[in-house]
């Protein structure tokens, strides 16, 4: 029996990342939402008070061995990550709309690592084969064969806002 709650509480939608806020404090807001953004370990890219925009720089996500990074909310975004190669970017917006306030607008995009082929780590790499003479290449390539590719898989509207509250709630 569950008691009262018959069904799993929803998660935000992505049309609730963004709150209306007085402009009065627009610099201490400012400020407040990069300390946020650092709070959650991400490092900012590129900020413009005149935009009004603050980008991040990529962060991978964490995974379940990592419970003092707060960036993958909930224990679904945590196994994703375990298991999978992810990273995330946030995109915070302040823009004036006239009145005395300002929209406060949080978008985190969600990347998945894809692979061009094999990861040339494997199990017993290093080891020497007794068959073969040995070989000494001295130029070896150590790690991928190629770069990454990264596949966009949308927002995580779960740390949208959890950031969001966190910003508005002046903590």
């Not at 400020?31 to 991400?42: G, N, P």
């Not at 004036?96 to 692979?115: A, F, I, P, Q, W």
């Amino acid at each position: 029996m569950l008691g009262c709650l018959s069904s799993p509480p929803k998660a935000p939608s992505a049309g609730s990342s963004s709150v209306q806020l007085s402009a009065d404090y627009r610099d201490s807001m400012w400020e407040h939402a990069i300390e946020v953004l650092h709070r959650h370990h991400f490092q900012v890219a590129r900020e413009s008070k005149l935009e009004g925009v603050i980008e991040t720089q990529y962060r991978g996500g964490s995974n379940l061995l990592e419970p003092w990074h707060t960036d993958s909310v909930g224990l679904e975004n945590r196994l994703e990550s375990t298991l999978q190669t992810i990273r995330r970017r946030v995109i915070v917006n302040m823009q004036s709309n006239g009145g005395g306030l300002m929209t406060v607008s949080v978008r985190v995009d969600k990347e998945l690592e894809d692979l061009p082929g094999l990861a040339a780590n494997y199990e017993g790499g290093a080891t020497f084969r007794e068959a073969q003479p040995l070989n000494r290449d001295l130029n070896q390539v150590v790690g991928q064969t190629g770069p990454s590719r990264w596949l966009n898989i949308g927002r995580d509207p779960l740390l949208e806002h959890q950031i969001l509250s966190q910003i508005q709630s002046g903590r």
